[in-house]
């Protein structure tokens, strides 16, 4: 994909989810790694549904700005996941409702806060680990993320939202809704039983 393919993905995404009521007012920032190894990031304080692909924000993986509007504060944990991530291509982090409510309650399990109950989430996603919260910016975020890098394709970010790394944009993109649907369903579901899959079929669908 191209440059000028990126930065129209971006924008086309950004509108999607603002339009959809993934994302609201400024929250939210979405990045991918360009052919020629730098990066392409929304701005800082950008409304993902009124980007302008003229303005994105470029940047070195060493967090030097080159191109575009300034980019978020939040760059640094986008850049520690490609650092440390081979396969990560792009990064979608969205304070979406579910995800976001899910983030902010007590007693996750750390290690996977979602307990598998259907199989999208395990062949999309997999294990979503929680990242301990950290003031918005704060260095030991991106940190964290970069020990957790390469083991996960999601991530929840206590009292925060979601981040997800994909090969692609639109990939990202995908298991970021995927997950969302997740949360919405645990919170649909309530204090019901549930009938979580087994370690079988949780096995079974990762050997696919």
């Not at 440059?3 to 939210?28: D, N």
């Not at 003229?54 to 993986?61: A, E, G, I, Q």
């Not at 979406?96 to 109950?117: G, K, M, V, W």
Request: proline residues 4%; charged residues 25%.
């Amino acid at each position: 994909m191209t440059e000028q393919q990126a930065r129209q993905e971006m924008v086309k995404l950004g509108a999607s989810f603002f339009q959809r009521g993934y994302a609201t007012g400024s929250a939210g920032n979405l990045s991918v790694l360009l052919e020629d190894g730098n990066l392409l990031a929304t701005p800082t304080g950008s409304c993902l549904g009124e980007l302008d692909g003229d303005r994105l924000s470029k940047v070195t993986p060493q967090g030097e700005w080159i191109a575009g509007d300034k980019p978020s504060k939040e760059i640094a944990f986008h850049r520690a996941l490609y650092l440390n991530d081979p396969d990560c291509k792009a990064v979608v982090h969205l304070h979406s409702h579910y995800l976001t409510a899910l983030s902010c309650l007590e007693d996750l399990d750390r290690q996977n806060c979602i307990r598998p109950f259907t199989p999208y989430v395990v062949m999309r996603v997999g294990d979503v680990p929680v990242v301990p919260y950290y003031r918005p910016g704060d260095t030991r975020l991106a940190d964290d993320l970069a020990a957790l890098a390469g083991r996960y394709r999601g991530f929840l970010l206590a009292n925060h939202g979601s981040v997800v790394v994909g090969s692609s944009l639109r990939e990202a993109a995908d298991n970021t809704e995927e997950l969302e649907e997740t949360a919405r369903l645990i919170f649909t579901l309530g204090d019901r039983a549930i009938r979580y899959l087994s370690e079988a079929e949780v096995d079974e669908l990762r050997s696919r």
